[in-house]
C-alpha cells in the first residue's frame, strides 16, 4: 500500500474534521497549504540522503561553456562518497582542487537526487506525510495535546526510516571510519568501488 498526494491532503484536512476530498483540483481553503507544505517537507526529508534517493551520475561538461550543470533533481552531493574535490554552487559544479568551474571532462559524481512522492518507498511516504502533518497541526490548531500527538508519530515514522535506511545500507559501525575503509578495500581490490570511484 502507497501513499498518494490526496491521501497527505486528506489527512490533514481529517486533523481539522474537515471531510476527505475527492480531489486536489477541489476549490478548498486548505487545498493550497497542505500542497505545498507537501513539497516543501518531500525536499527538506529527501535532502538528508537515503538509500533510495542517492546515486552515481556520469556528468558531461557543457560543449561550449565547459561547465557541468547539475541534474534538475539535483539535492546535494553525497558527502559518504568522500569526493572533497568538488562543490555545488548554484545549479553549476565546481571543481574545488582547480578552483574553476571549466571541465574538460565527464565527471562520475555521487548525488543526492530528489524524488516525486508518488516514486518513494512506502516508509519515506509516510515520514513524509508525517512531517506534512506536524506542520500542518502547527499551523492550524492551536491544541497542544494533538500537536503533541503529531510529533510523536513523526518520531515514530522516522525511526522506522532509519532503520530501513541502515538495513538497506549497512551503515553501521563496522562500515565507517578506519574499519570501513578496510572493508572497503577487501570489497573493493585497488581501492576502486564498481562504478569506478576510488575508495579512500
Do not use: I, K, N
Given at each position: 500500500m502507497f501513499i498518494t498526494s490526496l491521501d497527505v491532503v486528506n489527512t490533514c484536512l481529517a486533523t481539522l474534521g474537515e471531510v476527505p476530498l475527492n480531489s486536489l483540483d477541489t476549490d478548498h481553503p486548505y487545498v493550497s497549504a497542505a500542497t505545498k507544505l507537501l513539497q516543501q517537507a518531500n525536499a527538506r526529508v529527501q535532502a538528508r540522503g537515503w538509500w533510495f534517493n542517492k546515486e552515481i551520475v556520469t556528468l558531461q561538461p557543457d560543449t561550449e561553456s565547459a561547465e557541468i550543470t547539475l541534474p534538475?533533481?539535483?539535492?546535494?552531493?553525497?558527502?559518504?562518497?568522500?569526493?572533497?574535490?568538488?562543490?555545488?554552487?548554484?545549479?553549476?559544479?565546481?571543481?574545488?582542487?582547480?578552483?574553476?568551474y571549466r571541465f574538460t571532462d565527464s565527471v562520475d559524481l555521487a548525488i543526492v537526487r530528489l524524488l516525486k512522492f508518488e516514486d518513494l518507498p512506502y516508509l519515506a511516504q509516510d515520514l513524509v506525510q508525517s512531517a506534512v502533518i506536524v506542520r500542518f497541526v502547527e499551523s492550524y490548531d492551536a491544541d497542544e495535546s494533538r500537536i503533541k500527538q503529531v510529533r510523536a508519530d513523526y518520531a515514530l515514522a522516522e525511526r522506522a526510516c532509519n532503520t530501513e535506511h541502515i538495513r538497506n545500507s549497512n551503515s553501521n559501525l563496522l562500515g565507517q571510519g578506519a574499519a570501513g575503509y578496510r572493508r572497503a578495500k577487501l570489497r573493493y581490490p585497488g581501492g576502486f568501488h564498481q562504478s569506478g570511484l576510488r575508495v579512500r
Open positions: 534538475p533533481d539535483f539535492l546535494s552531493l553525497d558527502t559518504d562518497s568522500a569526493q572533497l574535490q568538488y562543490a555545488a554552487r548554484g545549479r553549476r559544479l565546481y571543481d574545488l582542487s582547480a578552483g574553476s
